[in-house]
């Protein structure tokens, strides 16, 4: 066993970035759980690729995280969902990335340029310009194109109909992406201002799940209409100077990832059937990584992208939500529900520290089998205490069919109540229409290497999701979340 160097330095955990220290012990039960004290903690950084930080207590060992980055990730996520949109995009200036359409008071308006709106950021004085305030001249063409996206044309086939050549086809998709965000956040603002009482869910798949290019999708939404909120992915369009080939936390910019060489792991054995067996084989896979938070770690190879970066998937997790934690200033209860996976768990634990402790969240890994009705009563409940963490899982079934929950907020009642209705199903079901819906451009043997280019088409298509797309019972997510009357045509969304 390897030697370890008692905690006596003040720069054993990597500094906190202004109040926020994410290198604390996760375990909700324990006293240490949240400490920021370094006394409480054994550091190790014999080695710098691997540190580990163990709680004197309980002794987790949860992976260490540079805060700073998380905070830059934040930033970058802000300006790529504000791209287009009328907000201040000084990277320093606390009005990032807000757009004027919902933060009026934080600008002044400040003439015109041609027909369209200037505005001044009372903040920092930075000027911009309301691109989209004027007439939509490309309408029509736009329209044709989404019609046509969305009725499965290849873009080879859309460009040759509409005689436009592919640089013309992914700039009016990038303009149509920009509308998008625009509509999407006026919408978005509205429905965190209602939301004292929120239930949301998560989930996290490859972006191209079938490419093996290490690039995460991360997407939440309101857990029973699958209104989407946020999503994002691990992966920076533009080229970064000098990427990390070691994670690093203490180095500033760790989160760049360069590609990483081909490891050998251990074949995965075949999923085994049952659900306890589920959960206890994702527990095995989790420990067997060489950093837990980072899924990738424990990939044999990663199909790196020819143009981009890579970005730890840790660090864009946690500013996922962080991000959504500043939405959620009018909340006062709120339920997360999510798919068995550390980094989800870890990230919300940290970024929610004081709801957890206060009890105002709830959140919740859920498993289910095909096939289980969503709303049904539970039947017997079996608790079982699963992995190293000892977690206390509720599992319950009808017939062959199962369900799981485990509280990881440390809650221990209302087994019955949650295994009746926690699901991440409407995430992971928006997920997966989003891979059918574009297989084609998804699976392109090309665009495997090249991620780029289905970036706006997430935004297009998260705001056809929510505001134009009608479920069996003919409603919208924004409807069934009371944000619209009816649902939007392609012409509205567009105008
Ligand atoms: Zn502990
Ligand atoms: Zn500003």
Known sequence: MKKLHPASSATLLPPAYGHLQLNHCKTVSCRNFGSMDEHNYVVQRSNPSRPTMICRECGAFPPVINNHDVVAEVSRLKLAQSSGLPACNNPDC????????????????????????????KCCQATF?????GFNGKHMVQQKLLAMLFTGYSVRDICRRQGMNPKTFYDQLSHIASRCRRQLSMFDARLFKH????????DLKPLQPNSDNGVLWIATGEA????????????????????SKDHDPYQNNTRFMAAPNAQ??????????????????????????????????????????????????????????????????????????????????????????????????HPLYVIEDKGWRHGQAAGRIDIVLMSWWRDR?????????????????????????WLEIASHRAISEYQTRFHDQFSQLVNEPRRKLRPAGLLPLLDIYRAWHNLCRQDRSGLTPA???????APLTLEQLLS
Request: charged residues 20%.
């Open 94 to 121: 606390r009005n990032l990335g807000l757009p004027v359409l919902t933060h009026r008071h934080l600008y002044h308006a400040f003439g015109y340029s041609g027909d369209r709106q200037r505005y001044r950021c």
């Open 129 to 133: 310009v309301d691109r989209w305030s």
């Open 195 to 202: 939301a004292q009482t929120l239930s949301l869910a998560s």
């Open 224 to 243: 029973s209409s699958g209104y989407i909120v946020g999503q994002h992915v691990n992966y920076h369009p533009a080229d970064v100077d000098n990427p």
């Open 264 to 361: 050998l792991v251990e074949v995965p054995l075949p999923a085994p059937q049952g659900i306890l067996a589920r959960v206890d084989a994702t527990y095995r896979e989790v420990l067997a990584r060489p950093n837990m938070e980072d899924p990738l770690s424990h990939l044999p190879r990663i199909n790196y992208p020819t143009k981009g970066c890579l970005v730890r998937p840790q660090y864009t997790v946690y500013a996922h939500y962080l991000h959504l934690s500043q939405m959620l200033e009018y909340n006062e209860s709120l339920s997360l529900f999510m798919p068995q996976e550390t980094l989800l768990r870890s990230a919300c634990i940290s970024v929610f520290l004081n709801r957890i402790k206060d009890n105002s969240i």
């Open 393 to 417: 899982w509720a599992f319950t079934r009808h017939d062959d069919i199962g369900k799981g929950i485990c509280h990881i907020g440390g809650e221990k009642d209302n087994e019955k109540k």
């Open 479 to 485: 409807q069934q979340v009371g944000l619209t009357a």
